[in-house]
Every structure is written in C-alpha cells, then in structure tokens.
Nanobody, 124 residues
C-alpha cells in the first residue's frame, strides 16, 4: 500500500514557475510508475505527465510538452513536476498517482494510488 501527498501548489502569475512534489509513504514506490493529472473547475480529470519507475522514460500531454518536466528521487520516495511558463489554462487541482503501469499509460484508471491534490491557480 502506498499513500501519496502532493505539495507545492499555489497562486502565481502567467509566465511564472512552480514545482510540485509528491511524497510517497509505504513500500514499493520505487517500483511504480508515477502519473500527474489535473482537474480544472467543472472539467474532467486529465492526464498531464507520467514517468516509469526510474524516471528514465516520460510521457507528456501536448498541452504541457516543453513546459512541464516530471522527475523523481526514489531514495527520497518523492516525485516532482516542474512547471515553467505557466498559463491561465494550467489552473487546476494537480494530482499525483502511482501504479504498476508498463508501458506508460495516460488513463487515470491505470493508476492504483492517488493523492488528494494540490491546487494551482495562474492568474494576473
């Protein structure tokens, strides 16, 4: 069993950067793929990024490609989502998820463990 806790969200202006963190409690995190999803107000949860157990393989949605970078530090049981050049359309609650997903998948149903999310607001 793995529990995930996200942090690092906040309110920023367009063009700013943020780094989200996702710390895992429990065993086996370093064997799991990690996905990042987001849910904007009134919309469905959508895929943002994913990486395999080592972080050596990643996948991104077209809307964030080139601006967001997923990474992880397995000895620290932590995953990260570095976000640069944030836009108002990036406003959402961001969720970290983990699961035995191979190859990387974009569907939320593929991931077994979820955090409660951290809100990101991009507004001038």
């Amino acid at each position: 069993q793995v529990q995930l806790v996200e942090s690092g969200g906040g309110q920023v202006q367009p063009g700013d950067s943020l780094r989200l963190s996702c710390i895992a409690f429990g065993h086996g995190f370093d064997n799991l793929a990690v996905g990042w999803f987001r849910q904007a107000p009134g919309k469905e949860r959508v895929f943002v990024a994913a990486m395999n157990w080592s972080g050596g393989r990643t996948s991104y949605s077209d809307s964030v490609k080139g601006r967001f970078t997923a990474s992880r530090d397995n000895p620290k049981n932590t995953a990260y989502l570095q976000m640069i050049n944030l836009k108002p359309e990036d406003t959402a609650v961001y969720y970290c998820a983990a699961g035995a997903v191979s190859p990387l998948k974009t569907g939320a149903q593929e991931y077994d463990y979820w955090g409660r999310g951290t809100p990101v607001t991009v507004s001038s």
